[in-house]
């Protein structure tokens, strides 16, 4: 079945610093890429879609200049969290889908956490 | 608009028992719903997925129905065991001209108990 991995797992950072999130996807070729965010006990939040080579479309709400998505091949798309800040601490999750299918694949998630 | 109402907000069973999931969405056009299990810290894993004309699909002990016409969906879980205590999240997807949307319902955190 597809894999969709993130790295890290999860992060400690100091307040103010750059942190960046990998997405992979291992065994297929993902066009598109979502990164969603996650508080506790809360669902799933939709930050940006992106698709390889393009620009990523955010949602009403997310800071782009903040939250850097690069989408530089089809297995690959990375989250920077700019000069982050203690409130950006939160549970972040890619998911990956292909051209020719609806399903999609979700990673482990990375857990940051901002000090 | 587009929404996934999810019910109940959470639930507590004991181990062996039967419980059902409820989700009721405003989704249009409708592609597919499909049900996630996210267990603490860990990214969702699909359960099942079931498009406009199918009415039940089953995953082992997770069984889901569709009624396309009232718009609801439910996941019955039989015979509970303690690591099916995860939040379930109902998921809707729109089909907008050849994109998929996905709508995320809110979520069932299930906890079954020994």
């Known amino acids: 079945g597809a894999v969709v991995s993130q790295h890290p797992s999860w992060v400690i950072c100091k307040s103010g610093t750059s942190v960046k999130i990998e997405c992979r996807s291992l065994d297929f070729q993902a066009t598109t890429m979502f990164w969603y965010r996650q508080f506790p006990k809360q669902s799933l939040m939709l930050m940006a879609t992106?698709?390889?080579?393009?620009?990523?479309?955010?949602e009403q709400g997310v800071e782009k200049d903040k939250f850097l998505i690069n989408h530089a091949s089809l297995t690959l798309s990375t989250l920077t969290v700019t000069s982050a800040h203690p409130e950006d601490s939160s549970f972040y999750i890619c998911?990956?889908?292909?051209?020719?299918?609806?399903?999609?694949?979700f990673g482990p998630g990375t857990r940051l956490t901002v000090t | 608009k587009n929404q996934v109402e999810q019910s109940p907000q959470s639930l507590i069973i004991l181990e062996g028992k039967n419980c059902t999931l409820q989700c009721n969405y405003t989704v249009s056009p409708f592609s597919n719903l499909r049900w996630y299990k996210q267990d603490t810290g860990r990214g969702p894993v699909s359960l099942t997925i079931?498009?406009?004309?199918?009415n039940t699909k089953s995953n082992g002990r997770y069984t889901a129905t569709l009624d396309a016409d009232t718009k609801q969906s439910s996941l019955h879980i039989t015979a509970s065991q303690l690591s099916d205590s995860a939040s379930y999240i109902c998921?809707?997807?729109?089909?907008?001209?050849?994109?998929?949307?996905?709508?995320f319902g809110t979520g069932t955190r299930l906890k079954v108990l020994a």
């Open positions: 998911s990956a889908t292909t051209s020719d299918s609806y399903e999609q694949y």
């Open positions: 998921v809707v997807s729109a089909n907008v001209a050849g994109t998929y949307k996905y709508i």
């Open positions: 992106s698709n390889e080579g393009s620009k990523a479309t955010y």
């Open positions: 079931m498009t406009f004309s199918e």
